[in-house]
């Protein structure tokens, strides 16, 4: 089949490109090189829909912020089912003479379109936020930000751009970019060839090889590694906001960020690496986290961390790079998409589709869209009554997989309707295996249902695709 738009990586900005180009009357491919969409960067962050403070007001990455954090709060949570929380943020000084720092960072908010901001004393964080440490002397509360799963955010907007048709490949990584006799642009993936007129490059710490792939090496990505540190759920009521210190010249500082799901989560660093797969953490990035940590809030312990996670922020230079590239016509890259991107990706993608519509591509609206998408069920977040309701409906709701995280078998089967196909695809859009006991009690449980559903022998059945199965031969 030939595309109109063939749109490479389904992190979250080739998610939100594929999900927005939906709305039109266009055929739209979206390639993915790993098992599943949100196995890059997408899923390996602190989750924070940011105000859009702490970025220049010139920048091109603050004004995709606030108007993909307005976006999020007026139609994409409601529409889309998603678990966002607007918590609020507070940016917090050890010094008071640091206020004219918080000062210019409301200014530079107000510049890009932040709403409400306003400076808060010790007083109002006593009864406000009663676990930050005597050093903390004021903050600037910025409500519009929120918390919100990741991963499950790339999953709704796949799951509705498919809803809406688009043809989604996985284990199909771009190999080659060239053009066809007829114009087109012909792509090698997975062993198939795709004939496109329009590609969108979202390959993320990829897109400078993919972008050069296509003709067009004008820019590199950096990798610039953030280690996280989640804490047990039984700390889930440390924070009521997230909360910041004061920014660095690369990074947002060590946070303590509230999760959609509850367990808070300490993090992240900001140091540029060299190899664009190295997810290791180490010891002087938790120390750095835990003192950063417990500077503000002191009754953080080491004891409290359940896991940890290193991402690697694909940066080049200070901003965004969201543009056509002249030298290929047809090709637009959208890379360097280092924070706040989880935020700002619905914004780029309305720029991805107005650059696309600037370079002759039609977009007629599709009367039959499909704007909204059901909020699947996670007993973790509803009511006993609800939950007991859902059981009498159906009983492999009462049917507790993962203890930990009080996920049944009807959602791990839910989750595989709805496009899981390995065992973290199960973690991510579930929560089970994500607790203390790390999968201990419900992997093989798990891996039943998949092969159940699935029709897959145990040796087929994977971690996170092709070389992570976790039984080799099975003995009859
Ligand atoms: C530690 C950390 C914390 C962060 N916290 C936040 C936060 O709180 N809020 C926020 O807004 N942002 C945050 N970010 C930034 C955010 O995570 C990224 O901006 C965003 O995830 C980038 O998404 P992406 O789709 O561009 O890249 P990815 O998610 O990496 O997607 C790119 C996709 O392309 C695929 N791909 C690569 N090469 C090919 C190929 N040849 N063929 C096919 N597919 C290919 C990859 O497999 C991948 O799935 C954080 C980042 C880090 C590292």
Request: some cysteine; charged content about 25%.
């Amino acid at each position: 089949m030939t595309y109109d738009v063939a749109v490479i990586g389904a992190g979250i900005s080739g998610a939100a490109v594929a999900r927005e180009l939906s709305r039109y009357r266009l055929k739209v491919l979206l390639l993915e090189k790993e098992a599943e969409p949100a196995f890059g960067v997408s899923k390996s962050n602190s989750g924070i829909i940011h105000a859009g403070t702490q970025n220049p007001p010139s920048s091109l990455k603050g004004r995709l912020c606030v108007e993909g954090n307005r976006l999020m709060r007026e139609e994409l949570a409601s529409d889309l089912g998603l678990n966002f929380v607007q918590c609020g943020q507070l940016i917090v000084i050890f010094d008071p003479a640091d206020l004219p720092e918080l000062e210019k960072i409301k200014a530079d908010g107000e510049r890009l379109g932040v709403k409400e901001m306003r400076l808060v004393d010790r007083a109002w964080l006593d009864a406000n936020e009663p676990n930050l440490g005597p050093e903390v002397k004021a903050a600037l509360l910025v409500p519009s930000a929120g918390i919100i799963s990741p991963y499950r955010f790339v999953y709704a907007l796949v799951e509705n751009a498919v809803r809406n048709g688009v043809h989604l490949r996985t284990s199909c990584p771009v190999t080659a970019v060239g053009r066809g006799a007829d114009g087109l642009f012909a792509l090698t993936a997975g062993g198939q060839r795709f004939a496109a007129r329009f590609v969108v490059n979202a390959a993320g710490l990829r897109a400078d090889e993919v972008s050069a792939l296509a003709g067009a090496p004008t820019f590199t990505i950096t990798p610039r590694k953030g280690e996280e540190y989640l804490l047990d759920r039984k700390r889930e009521h440390i924070a009521r906001h997230i909360v910041f210190p004061l920014p660095t010249k690369t990074s947002k500082g060590i946070l303590i960020i509230k999760t959609s799901d509850g367990n808070p989560m300490i993090g992240p660093t900001a140091h540029d690496a060299d190899d664009k797969e190295d997810l290791s953490t180490s010891d002087e990035g938790l120390a750095e986290v835990l003192a950063g940590a417990r500077r503000m809030m002191p009754t953080v312990s080491r004891r409290d961390i359940i896991a940890y996670f290193a991402g690697l922020r694909p940066a080049s230079g200070k901003d965004f790079i969201v543009r056509h590239e002249d030298s290929v016509p047809g090709l637009v890259n959208v890379a360097g998409i280092q924070s706040p991107g989880l935020t700002a990706a619905p914004a780029i993608a309305v720029m991805v589709a107005g650059i696309l519509a600037d370079r002759g591509l039609e977009l007629k609206p599709k009367e039959d869209f499909h704007r909204l998408r059901p909020r699947p069920v996670h007993l973790f977040q509803v009511p006993l009554e609800r939950t007991r309701a859902l059981i009498e409906q159906d009983p492999a709701y009462g049917d507790i997989v993962c203890r930990c995280e009080l996920v049944s078998a009807q959602e791990v089967r839910d989750a595989i309707k709805r496009g899981a196909r390995t065992l973290d695809g199960i973690k991510f859009r579930t929560r089970a295996q994500a607790g203390r006991c790390h999968g201990g009690f419900c992997t093989t449980r798990i891996m039943k249902i998949m092969q159940e559903e699935l029709g897959l022998a145990v040796t087929e059945v994977t971690k996170r695709g092709p070389g992570s199965e976790l039984v080799k031969e099975e003995r009859k």
